[in-house]
């Protein structure tokens, strides 16, 4: 992003470059001390350098303990012969972003200048690791000579670079940038066949074909087909295309995917098609129809509090319909009470769709798309999986980890809006309570919380009912986060001016209007730096559910590696890659924020 | 005023529209509405724990807290604590210990990469990055287990491991040498007490000279020059004041004379007392010229609310949990005693001794000797990981603070002509602590709360102790309670403690 | 107390009767009395802190007055909240710092509550926007985003926007107070307009040229008191009580 402002300028004279020589005199030996302060740290450098490479390139290290379970560390005992599906989750993800890349269009650029930094940097980092690395001397010549490559390559960009004089010539777009560089990742995997071992009498021997790399080559490539695939597409008929229309599409895909893929794809649920027509079919229509209609006559335009009435009656019901639940007084099907209350709901906000005819249609095929999409979940969720699963769930390692951090992030969203909403409002009891929860929860470990919920809520349902183990965790910990993305949130509500909520009374807007339409997008669009810090929190804790015994990556890692007869003990080469594959992504995360947070506090709009 | 209007025609309109449309009834209605649900939600839920719980023959309460839980802690005061209440004692003050040195060594550290990261010197400023980057990026559990792991595959404790008895390390922790508070600190401590109110004496009686005269007089000199001479003084005289554990003692017992229902009704006294002071300032705060207070709804609420506290307060003080009172009783006297005897007489070392540390060997096994301050293995991992974790942050805590005061301030401060370190101590530094202080706080919070990871490396904190101790006896829910009571102290030690910091800063800044 | 009604004949829109408010120990209004009919332009001067803003405010029930009566249009104003939303959607108003919606467009910020509030189609309000927009003289800006208009503009955008719900009375609040002074006019002009096309006006201002020009009545207010009530010769010539006469010599 300041790459590209500064090259669309174009004003400013050219920053003088200055010669290595120059630079490494300003930078490391200006003055006496701080000539001293190179020296003293270059050497602590090279020697943490020589030690960490030492440690994990040591003959001791067993890194084919890691390399044998990579599939237990990123999906447990996921079915064998069922792993299709793993790869067509990620198959639609790749679909969903090459969607996203186009329809949003990535304009961004970046200047072969910063490439060839990387460039030389990456041979740089080579020709240190040869120097320094435990290898033999053969192999040390090897790594010298390919990093002087990098670094000749780098020199010859930037030569190039440097005699080019329009913006074009200087950068070059960054997806097809990604893309190729991705690729090239891909191709490596068919080049280099690393990471297989195989157990055979006793001995660890490389097996053609069952590596790592040989075995995850062929979807990985499928997968680098279908992002570039759809990506070319779309921009294909991308001017064709109802831009804002299918904005909101891809919006309500992403939010929708982590359900469908969870519940439908990965879960594979055995449908019971007899029941869903008898039953499920039925009742879906009633509530489309009925509900419809209910709604249909409620936006009515001159209905006036009548309509309120009715909705708070609703709301009632459905609040009884889950009380009587647990009382067991009447047995109602759990879709219908969650149907009831959904119903309930849009009776509250449907006064402010009354309007004309086409808008209050508007508002009930809304309705209509809801009632289809959570009855066709709640139908999926309730039958039963048809994989065979030695674990006590098909959900493990990585894919747990995801599982759990983007539906807490995506339940407590909500939840802390509500909680925010709750703490800055003029109602004194609402204050109180919504104050008194956000701080009681975020005075105490997460831990904690997490024990509650895994050993202590049994203890609160009636009995007969069961919570099972990774529905309480996932309550647990969106309780807690919702906590801490209300405070965010409470942040961005407080930078809203007076003024906004006074003009928003004076032309007016009811008050969920006025929340809706002028205050809560002021005040996300102000806290969503703080919010993606958040998320990167929500990611990196969700790894306590090792301690409750989830198994999620850091367990697998931690506790089911060593214990193998064959790597017993073999913990820290584990511990090493999860480590790694933590900073991957929560490091990519915070660079992202970064860049927002300098967009939001250029673009003031 | 009221008589004229009345017999205006337009007050004819001067009705009450029905309650469903009426904005504070609307409003009241709502608010008790989601009251009642929270309240019924809560009934519900501790009526079917209660059901639970006697179907599976567990009673809830304490009692378990003078119950022998049958345990043994890894390390702690106290490793085969005789009741429950004395376990998680031993867990808290583990947890405290963890906390406090963390918080020291991670705001040192912390403080030193953040200047790295603002240092002119390429290499400095890189390796700080790094450092930063690298450490906020990986979950501190990830860091945590890894410690662990690479501290137990530390070789065996051997009597040449690590230099020369100065530091040794195994893979049963590691072992430094330590200074620690010997027999007479205590008495010593008192005579500092009395040294520090000498010392805030000169420092005033020198910055009175400074202001009339103009002269420099250097007062934090002065003063440090005179705590020192008390220093140096209190280290060999110290005994005089072995009279004060006496004090302690009588307090003490006087403690453990007070009746349970005398403290209950003091602390029901308490609670109508606040609730009542609060709702006359409240009153008065509202109070017009014209006489009686005009409160409005949400005035109204918040008298009924504080006089509904006060009696909830005092419904949990004699019914819900009676034990409370006799708990405070107790433990308050235990305190003092505690405080009698270190305090009492006879005691005639010095304030503060020092030892290096060693290895023994008492069996077949060698083992850490006590001269050296050890740290076990689950220690060590999760200090290393709290410290370095929260170093990171407070790296970026620091860096942003300096950052954040405007660069026309150092340069004002130049065209005055004030020296480099004049600037620094009376201009930069001030406007950056206001920046630092808060978000500081949150990072100690933060701190506090991540020592409870302790429990994935098995080092007794409260967490640990408190999991075992509930697993054993079944009162999940009972240490579910003391663990929220316990972190909630802290945090709120901690944001006082942060508070009183920023208040002071404030007036530096006027 | 002066009470008399300029235009006897014409139906009262804004009736206030004994009304009284607090802040606190602090009284913003003592016992304020005033009545304005169909198609008057009233202009309400006074010290800062007299309590001007805060009578306009109480109109359009932005603050709750604690006693007394107020009748807009023919609604009283109470806690009904039919009552409020009415006289919402009846009474534009518009502020000293503009307060635009600064994440939505011009022609989003004008056809906002008519769409939501008023039920209008889209169409139909955007048509009507650009006409409101024409004749603040700005239609070219109706796709930028507040913060690119100048404060002249955002004014007139800000006019607009009340004007969109079709109101029978607009209350301005000192709204060329937080301008440069070449912009004053423009936004004076766009009120001159409104005032000359029969709009019922409340003005809170210290342009007293405006005042004098404009202005059907005049009502002095100091500490929370309506001191004085007039036409703009009787007020600007002959002032009959003292604290007005005090108030014209320091401004004039």
Redesign the interface.
Known sequence: MSEMTSIKTGKRPEEVSRSPSEWIRQNLFSNIPNTILTIIFGIFTLYAIRGILGFVLSGERRWEAVATNMRLLMAQGYPANQFVRVWFTLGCLMVLTGLSLAIWSGKGRLSVKKISNWVMSTGLGLAVFAALAPISASSRLGWVIAGALLIAGGLGLWQRAKNKTTETLHTIPTVPFSFGFLGILVLSLWVVPFGHYAFTNGELVAETGRTVAMSTKLPFTVMWLLLVGTYCLTNLVRESLPIAQAKACLVGLWLLSPFILNWIVLRDPDFDYGHIVSTDIPLAALFIFVGGGILFMLAKPSLGEIGRLTAIALLIFGVFNWVAAFFGWYPMLQKVRISFVLLALAALIAPNFAADRKTRLKFVTGWAILILISHWLITAVNSPSTLELQGPTYLGGFSLTLFVAILTLLLSFPLGVLLALGRTSSMPIARVLCTGYIESIRGVPLITILFFFSNILPLFLPQGMEIAELAAIVTGYTLFSAAYLAENVRGGLQSVMRGQYEAADAIGLTTSQRTGFIVLPQALRVSIPPLVGQAIGVFKETSLVAIIGAYDILRIANNVVPAQTEFLGVKREGLLLVSVIYFIVAFSMSKYSQRLEERVGLGER | ?SA??EV?P??Q??Q??PF????????WL???G??A??I?ALW???S??R???S?RNISTGFDFLSVDPGINLSEGIDTRPATGGRALWVGMVNTIRLAAAGIFFATIIGLFIGLARL??????NK?GSIFV??LR???????I??YG??LA?LGDLQFDSGWDNWIIWSNKGLSVPRVFIADGFYQWAVFMIIGAFAARWAYNRRSRLHDETGENTYPWIGSLAVLTVFAIIGWFIHPIFGWVGNIFGFISDGISKIPEEALQFLLSAIAIFVAANWIRGFLR??????GAA?LTD?DK??VI?AGVGAGIAIFAIFIVWPGLSSWIINSSSDLFEVLENKFGDGRTGGPFGADRPEVIKPGKFEKYGPSGLTMSLGFAAVFFGIVLYTAAFIAEVVRGGILAVPKGQIEAANSLGMRRSAALRTVILPQALRVIMPPLGNQYLNLT??T??A??VGFSDL?QVG?TV?NQTGK??SV?AI??LF??AC??TISVAVNFFNVRLRIVER | MSTEAANTNRADMIVCENVDKWYGDFQALKDVSATIAEQEVVVVLGPSGSGKSTLIRCINRLEAHQQGTIIVDGVELTNDLRNIEKIRSEVGMVFQQFNLFPHLSVIDNVTLAPKWVRKMPKAAAEKKAEELLEMVGIPEQAEKYPGQLSGGQQQRVAIARALAMEPRIMLFDEPTSALDPEMIKEVLDVMKDLAHGGMTMMVVTHEMGFAREVADRIIFMESGEIVEVGTPEHFFTNPTEDRTKLFLSQIL
């Open positions: 005023m004229t209007t205006k337009s007050n309109h001067h009450r529209p469903y449309r009426d904005a504070t009834v609307v409003k709502f608010q008790v989601a009251l649900l929270v019924f519900f839920l501790s079917q724990a059901d639970n719980l179907a240092s002119n010197n390429w290499v400095v390796l980057e690298t990026n990986i979950p501190l559990l990830v860091q287990l890894l792991s690479i595959n705060s509202r109070r017009t010229p014209g005009r949400d609420f918040r609310f709360k991540n409870s990871l429990i994935a967490v999991q509930g999940n829910l579910f663990w929220m972190y909630l945090s709120l």
